[in-house]
């Protein structure tokens, strides 16, 4: 029996099809997930039938009749794959499988033990959406409403739709004193995707705005570009039946709902998204969008959008350990809005001709007073057009409005007037669409002038009653529907009815001082006789919006009959409570007045929208320029006092590509910070020991030159570049990315494959240590040659790394590669850039300063040797493998590790002070300044020992004769001097020799020790 309703029923409404199922899967919440068991697979929206006892009160008839069940399923059958929340009463209520998402995502409770039902109460609605978008559902909220037609029965319509991409419920929003703070959060746009002969069409369509901006031919990077802004912030993607859908395969859209969009050619295909999206949110195709091209200077020469990977390492977006930027650009507690603009611009680094525009707004922001004088409120540009087109014109955003145009206007009255049409410039830009600087004005005095007569600015009270039995809050609470919107003298028809609320007001007050107020005083002349008589009183019922005399009414009291109970408002008697006749009936008066009130300010409001609504256009804009100038004004605010600077130059016969002078970390006080100055040619190679600031020099050099070039203020006192830089690539530290299955060593590589690949000369790159997610000769190795591959290629970069082997491999030419690091002095970093190599890490040292055990560093630094000595025996098999032989029983026992036991017993000193090299290894450069004892160890298994005052040129000199070229050395520094090294080069000599080490030559010895004696 039931089975033949189904079929009336789309599939989307079981709870098994494919949008439900994969919904359900996600559960985590215990109570939700008893909730779902209990649903009926078999029957729409899971909703078992009225008959069996757990169902009972779900009585329904497949959505014919009309039951609360019967309006949801009529609903749902319309918007299947959406939430549907009904009014009913004081709670929006749903039951089914929409009730098990509410206790999931909203932290609601199920209602009552029967079927699975949940509800909220009115005023939590925006709150519950909020949810429910995050965790991208769509919802459809729908009202109750009086029925004309049907005396006191309601009816339910749906009152708006509401996505991730128009969150923010604005149905009653004009008249609700409380909801016109809301805040309205800059949404993701919905994506199409298409593609053609010229490359990929991107189709964004703001519903809000209502605009649809469409970009043509763009590569696929570039298309991705687009998404990757709001990567873990989409719901769902339309894409063209002949689009690769293997594109969205990252793992950032895993969770979205690709919608394939078929039997459209491919030029057709943003309009049909627009039709998709006007269904979808239940929209007239009536109402039009704006459809938007690309601004020319989108185009124009702009530098490419930072990779993802860059905007974390320079605290762009969020990344642990990282500072964040916009944090440091604006004051703290800055609006959002203030935060997500910049943002953007750094994120997409504008053309030259923007930041131009920019730079100079801000000098001109900081050459004038404007700083303090206006006020420029921000909000979300959507927030005015969503509110207009649905006629919900709060007075709390129309006060906005107002502001935001004044404030426009009178900055032709400032000092700041030159800098505006270069301000609109930026507003273009941001917005992707064109406004004359003319209409923008003509709007603006339209909107002053239409907004002026009807805000409210007098003291607009409700009745202040004389007698003080008579409570004042009962007048408030009646004309609070309609009072404070707007102004009483707003219009003719307004003014009348304040006057008609105010009369009616007065009669009442009237009625009560005339039939209930002499019972009360009567009564209290009694009371001074006879204190055990009770009291009248008249009491305020709220919820009743009334005034009644409360009190031991005695029926042969004079004046009893005219007296009566009054009726609530469900029209039950209220039997403990007084009234007249009278008094009831000027009440009604009174409230039927303040309705009539209430219905004048809405057609007014609602007029004003209609008004407005053709100046859209002007008001996106100067919603866009409210924020931008309040932007500007904290940036300035912040940036100034912390010596940040606007001096950038461009200059093709610049001495240097880029110059940077008295630059410092974002992060820091100027005071505090050690500032540097850099100039590039080509690639430098940074060394510098552990924790030198190293990294730092890579951020900072990548956040100074984009502020610059963006247009910005940026911590450092001038910038210079010969050419425009046209992208930046930032790469420090390795983590991994789990869920694309990459090892932190494979992230690096692909980012550095990306990097390279799209490089060009004026890219700047800034790599921090590649190629250490690897064991250390292929490490070095790649390190090695992407080095070379950026100076070959006269990339502008910076090259940190620890790899000191570069400078000793003879395959790598370092010769013409520009040399800093990081000075230090005693050991201790100076955070100072200078020319120059730093070829020790000093990373015992920086550990103990961090606090690591002393004996744990011992204990490394022995195993550092034995790491250095081990490490050749496994990776580069020797031509005379002499740590084998070792093992070969009897027939050749030494080895240089048996070497360092005689290199230490003769000195005296511990395993721990005798640096390896390997056949390949200098020694440290600061070694060169002490004495030493060695022992070296040719490829063929020979022994030499020697004595020096510089062991770097000494190791030189002996690897450019052949039979030492490939030699292995363990050396020890001899602090006391040269004539102790001799002594002990003598000692070492002879105890090797009469261990029966091979030895290369003893004469030198035999020499030194009789000869020069
Ligand atoms: N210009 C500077 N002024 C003041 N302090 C600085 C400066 N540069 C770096 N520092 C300090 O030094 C610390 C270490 O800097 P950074 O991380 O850049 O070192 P590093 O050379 O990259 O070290 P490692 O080789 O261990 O990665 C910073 O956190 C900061 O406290
Ligand atoms: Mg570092």
């Given at each position: 029996?039931?089975?033949?309703?189904?079929?009336?029923?789309?599939?989307?409404?079981?709870?098994?099809?494919?949008?439900?199922?994969?919904?359900?899967?996600?559960?985590?919440?215990?109570?939700?997930?008893?909730?779902?068991?209990?649903?009926?697979?078999?029957?729409?929206?899971?909703?078992?039938?009225?008959?069996?006892?757990?169902?009972?009160?779900?009585?329904?008839?497949?959505?014919?009749?009309?039951?609360?069940?019967?309006?949801?399923?009529?609903?749902?059958?319309?918007?299947?794959?959406?939430?549907?929340?009904?009014?009913?009463?004081?709670?929006?209520?749903?039951?089914?499988?929409?009730?098990?998402?509410?206790?999931?995502?909203?932290?609601?409770?199920?209602?009552?033990?029967?079927?699975?039902?949940?509800?909220?109460?009115?005023?939590?609605?925006?709150?519950?959406?909020?949810?429910?978008?995050?965790?991208?559902?769509?919802?459809?909220?729908?009202?109750?409403?009086?029925?004309?037609?049907?005396?006191?029965?309601?009816?339910?319509?749906?009152?708006?739709?509401?996505?991730?991409?128009?969150?923010?419920?604005?149905?009653?929003?004009?008249?609700?004193?409380?909801?016109?703070?809301?805040?309205?959060?800059d949404c993701p746009p919905e994506f199409g995707f298409a593609k053609?002969?010229s490359g990929i069409i991107v189709v964004e369509v703001n519903?809000?705005?209502?605009?649809?901006f469409t970009l043509d031919a763009l590569t696929p990077e570039a298309a991705f570009m687009r998404l990757s802004r709001y990567a873990g912030r989409l719901?769902?993607i339309f894409y063209?039946?002949?689009f690769p859908n293997d594109f969205f395969d990252v793992s950032y859209l895993?969770?979205v709902?690709?919608?394939?969009?078929?039997?459209?050619?491919?030029?057709?295909?943003?309009?049909?998204?627009?039709?998709?999206?006007?269904?979808?949110?239940?929209?007239?195709?009536?109402?039009?969008?704006?459809?938007i091209a690309p601004a020319?200077t989108v185009m124009e020469n702009s530098p490419r959008p930072l990779y993802l990977g860059t905007a974390q390492q320079i605290?762009l977006l969020?990344?642990?350990?990282?500072?964040?930027?916009?944090?440091?650009?604006?004051?703290?507690?800055?609006?959002?809005?203030?935060?997500n603009l910049l943002r953007h611009f750094l994120l997409n680094p504008p053309p030259?001709?923007i930041?131009?525009?920019?730079?100079?707004?801000?000098?001109?922001?900081?050459?004038?007073?404007?700083?303090?004088?206006?006020?420029?409120?921000?909000?979300?540009?959507?927030?005015?057009?969503?509110?207009?087109?649905?006629?919900?014109?709060?007075?709390?955003?129309?006060?906005?409005?107002?502001?935001?145009?004044?404030?426009?206007?009178?900055?032709?009255?400032?000092?700041?007037?030159?800098?505006?049409?270069?301000?609109?410039?930026?507003?273009?830009h941001r917005?992707n669409?064109?406004?004359?600087?003319?209409?923008?004005?003509?709007?603006?005095?339209?909107?002053?002038?239409?907004?002026?007569?009807?805000?409210?600015?007098?003291?607009?009270?409700?009745?202040?009653?004389?007698?003080?039995?008579?409570?004042?809050?009962?007048?408030?609470?009646?004309?609070?529907?309609?009072?404070?919107?707007?102004?009483?003298?707003?219009?003719?028809?307004?003014?009348?009815?304040?006057?008609?609320?105010?009369?009616?007001?007065?009669?009442?007050?009237?009625?009560?001082?005339?039939?209930?107020?002499?019972?009360?005083?009567?009564?209290?002349?009694?009371?001074?006789?006879?204190?055990?008589?009770?009291?009248?009183?008249?009491?305020?019922?709220?919820?009743?919006?009334?005034?009644?005399?409360?009190?031991?009414?005695?029926?042969?009291?004079?004046?009893?009959?005219?007296?009566?109970?009054?009726?609530?408002?469900?029209?039950?008697?209220?039997?403990?409570?007084?009234?007249?006749?009278?008094?009831?009936?000027?009440?009604?008066?009174?409230?039927?007045?303040?309705?009539?009130?209430?219905?004048?300010?809405?057609?007014?409001?609602?007029?004003?929208?209609?008004?407005?609504?053709?100046?859209?256009?002007?008001?996106?804009?100067?919603?866009?320029?409210?924020?931008?100038?309040?932007?500007?004004?904290?940036?300035?605010?912040?940036?100034?006092?912390?010596?940040?600077?606007?001096?950038?130059?461009?200059?093709?016969?610049?001495?240097?590509?880029?110059?940077?002078?008295?630059?410092?970390?974002?992060?820091?006080?100027?005071?505090?910070?050690?500032?540097?100055?850099?100039?590039?040619?080509?690639?430098?190679?940074?060394?510098?020991?552990?924790?030198?600031?190293?990294?730092?020099?890579?951020?900072?050099?990548a956040?100074?030159?984009l502020?610059?070039s963006a247009?910005?203020?940026?911590?450092?006192?001038?910038?210079?570049?010969?050419?425009?830089i046209d992208g930046w690539f930032v790469r420090?530290?390795?983590?991994?990315d789990?869920?694309a299955?990459?090892?932190?060593?494979?992230?690096?590589?692909h980012d550095?494959k990306i990097a390279l690949r799209d490089a060009s000369?004026?890219t700047l790159i800034?790599?921090?240590?590649?190629?250490?997610?690897?064991?250390?000769?292929?490490?070095?190795?790649?390190?090695?040659?992407?080095?070379?591959?950026?100076?070959?290629?006269?990339?502008?970069?910076?090259?940190?790394?620890?790899?000191?082997?570069?400078?000793?491999?003879?395959?790598?030419?370092?010769?013409?590669?520009?040399?800093?690091?990081?000075?230090?002095?005693?050991?201790?970093?100076?955070?100072?850039?200078?020319?120059?190599?730093?070829?020790?890490?000093?990373?015992?040292?920086?550990?103990?300063?961090?606090?690591?055990?002393?004996?744990?560093?011992?204990?490394?630094?022995?195993?550092?040797?034995?790491?250095?000595?081990?490490?050749?025996?496994?990776?580069?098999?020797?031509?005379?493998?002499?740590?084998?032989?070792?093992?070969?029983?009897?027939?050749?026992?030494?080895?240089?590790?048996?070497?360092?036991?005689?290199?230490?017993?003769?000195?005296?000193?511990?395993?721990?002070?005798?640096?390896?090299?390997?056949?390949?290894?200098?020694?440290?450069?600061?070694?060169?300044?002490?004495?030493?004892?060695?022992?070296?160890?040719?490829?063929?298994?020979?022994?030499?020992?020697?004595?020096?005052?510089?062991?770097?040129?000494?190791?030189?000199?002996?690897?450019?004769?052949?039979?030492?070229?490939?030699?292995?050395?363990?050396?020890?520094?001899?602090?006391?001097?040269?004539?102790?090294?001799?002594?002990?080069?003598?000692?070492?000599?002879?105890?090797?020799?009469?261990?029966?080490?091979?030895?290369?030559?003893?004469?030198?010895?035999?020499?030194?020790?009789?000869?020069?004696?």
């Amino acid at each position: 029996m039931a089975s033949a309703h189904h079929r009336q029923f789309s599939q989307s409404l079981l709870i098994s099809s494919p949008f439900w199922r994969a919904k359900l899967e996600q559960l985590s919440h215990p109570s939700a997930i008893r909730m779902a068991e209990v649903l009926e697979p078999a029957e729409p929206l899971g909703i078992g039938r009225g008959d069996d006892a757990f169902w009972k009160g779900f009585k329904h008839s497949y959505g014919e009749k009309d039951s609360n069940i019967d309006y949801l399923l009529r609903v749902k059958t319309q918007h299947p794959e959406k939430i549907a929340l009904v009014q009913i009463g004081e709670f929006y209520e749903t039951w089914g499988i929409d009730s098990v998402f509410l206790v999931e995502y909203c932290g609601l409770n199920r209602m009552g033990k029967r079927g699975p039902r949940a509800g909220l109460p009115l005023a939590n609605i925006q709150t519950v959406l909020n949810k429910l978008t995050a965790a991208n559902f769509a919802v459809v909220v729908c009202e109750q409403a009086e029925d004309v037609n049907k005396n006191g029965r309601k009816t339910r319509f749906i009152a708006e739709v509401i996505t991730p991409s128009s969150p923010i419920y604005t149905y009653g929003l004009a008249m609700d004193k409380h909801r016109g703070e809301t805040f309205f959060p800059d949404c993701p746009p919905e994506f199409g995707f298409a593609k053609n002969k010229s490359g990929i069409i991107v189709v964004e369509v703001n519903p809000d705005l209502r605009t649809v901006f469409t970009l043509d031919a763009l590569t696929p990077e570039a298309a991705f570009m687009r998404l990757s802004r709001y990567a873990g912030r989409l719901a769902r993607i339309f894409y063209h039946e002949n689009f690769p859908n293997d594109f969205f395969d990252v793992s950032y859209l895993h969770h979205v709902n690709l919608i394939n969009v078929s039997g459209y050619l491919p030029q057709d295909f943003p309009r049909r998204i627009e039709e998709l999206i006007k269904i979808d949110l239940a929209l007239s195709t009536e109402i039009p969008f704006t459809r938007i091209a690309p601004a020319d200077t989108v185009m124009e020469n702009s530098p490419r959008p930072l990779y993802l990977g860059t905007a974390q390492q320079i605290g762009l977006l969020s990344e642990r350990g990282v500072p964040s930027l916009i944090d440091h650009m604006l004051p703290k507690g800055s609006p959002a809005t203030c935060q997500n603009l910049l943002r953007h611009f750094l994120l997409n680094p504008p053309p030259q001709s923007i930041a131009t525009h920019l730079r100079q707004t801000l000098q001109r922001l900081i050459s004038t007073a404007l700083v303090c004088v206006t006020t420029f409120p921000v909000s979300n540009p959507a927030r005015y057009i969503k509110v207009l087109q649905k006629h919900e014109a709060n007075p709390d955003i129309l006060q906005d409005l107002f502001q935001m145009t004044e404030a426009y206007l009178a900055c032709y009255d400032s000092p700041f007037a030159p800098a505006i049409a270069q301000a609109l410039q930026v507003v273009s830009h941001r917005l992707n669409m064109c406004l004359s600087e003319q209409v923008l004005r003509e709007s603006s005095e339209f909107i002053i002038e239409k907004l002026t007569p009807i805000l409210p600015h007098e003291d607009d009270q409700a009745r202040q009653p004389t007698h003080a039995q008579i409570s004042k809050y009962l007048f408030e609470n009646i004309d609070e529907a309609f009072r404070g919107r707007v102004a009483k003298t707003s219009n003719k028809d307004i003014l009348r009815h304040y006057n008609t609320v105010a009369k009616a007001a007065l009669r009442y007050e009237k009625a009560l001082t005339e039939d209930l107020i002499p019972w009360i005083e009567r009564r209290e002349k009694e009371r001074r006789d006879n204190k055990k008589l009770k009291p009248f009183a008249l009491s305020y019922d709220v919820h009743n919006k009334a005034i009644w005399m409360r009190g031991p009414v005695n029926k042969v009291e004079p004046g009893y009959q005219k007296l009566c109970h009054p009726m609530d408002r469900y029209g039950k008697e209220v039997s403990d409570r007084w009234t007249t006749h009278k008094v009831e009936k000027y009440l009604r008066e009174y409230k039927a007045a303040a309705e009539q009130a209430r219905l004048s300010v809405v057609a007014l409001l609602t007029d004003i929208a209609k008004t407005l609504l053709p100046h859209s256009l002007s008001i996106v804009h100067l919603a866009t320029f409210s924020n931008l100038l309040r932007t500007l004004i904290l940036h300035v605010k912040e940036c100034q006092t912390k010596q940040w600077s606007l001096a950038y130059r461009q200059h093709s016969h610049s001495r240097h590509r880029l110059e940077m002078s008295e630059c410092f970390p974002y992060w820091m006080l100027p005071h505090v910070a050690v500032k540097n100055s850099l100039s590039l040619q080509n690639v430098a190679l940074l060394t510098g020991h552990n924790m030198a600031g190293k990294s730092t020099i890579l951020r900072t050099s990548a956040v100074v030159t984009l502020l610059a070039s963006a247009g910005f203020m940026f911590p450092a006192q001038h910038v210079s570049v010969k050419e425009p830089i046209d992208g930046w690539f930032v790469r420090t530290g390795a983590s991994d990315d789990p869920e694309a299955g990459l090892s932190a060593f494979a992230v690096e590589m692909h980012d550095i494959k990306i990097a390279l690949r799209d490089a060009s000369e004026n890219t700047l790159i800034l790599i921090d240590e590649l190629g250490k997610g690897t064991e250390s000769k292929a490490g070095h190795a790649i390190a090695g040659s992407v080095l070379e591959y950026l100076y070959q290629n006269n990339i502008q970069s910076i090259f940190s790394t620890h790899w000191h082997e570069l400078f000793f491999n003879s395959a790598i030419d370092l010769d013409s590669i520009q040399k800093i690091c990081m000075e230090n002095q005693q050991g201790k970093a100076t955070y100072k850039v200078v020319s120059g190599r730093c070829t020790s890490s000093f990373a015992f040292e920086t550990a103990l300063q961090l606090g690591i055990e002393a004996s744990l560093i011992d204990r490394a630094k022995t195993i550092a040797k034995h790491y250095e000595l081990n490490n050749r025996y496994q990776t580069t098999p020797s031509p005379a493998p002499f740590f084998i032989a070792e093992n070969i029983g009897g027939y050749v026992t030494h080895s240089l590790i048996r070497a360092g036991k005689v290199l230490c017993e003769v000195t005296g000193m511990a395993e721990v002070s005798i640096t390896y090299l390997s056949s390949d290894a200098y020694p440290l450069l600061k070694d060169s300044n002490s004495s030493a004892v060695y022992i070296l160890r040719t490829a063929e298994g020979f022994y030499y020992t020697g004595e020096t005052d510089n062991i770097h040129t000494r190791i030189e000199t002996h690897r450019q004769s052949d039979t030492k070229k490939f030699c292995e050395v363990i050396y020890i520094l001899v602090a006391e001097g040269k004539s102790k090294a001799r002594k002990y080069e003598t000692q070492i000599t002879l105890k090797l020799q009469s261990l029966g080490f091979p030895m290369l030559s003893v004469n030198d010895a035999k020499h030194r020790h009789f000869g020069s004696a």
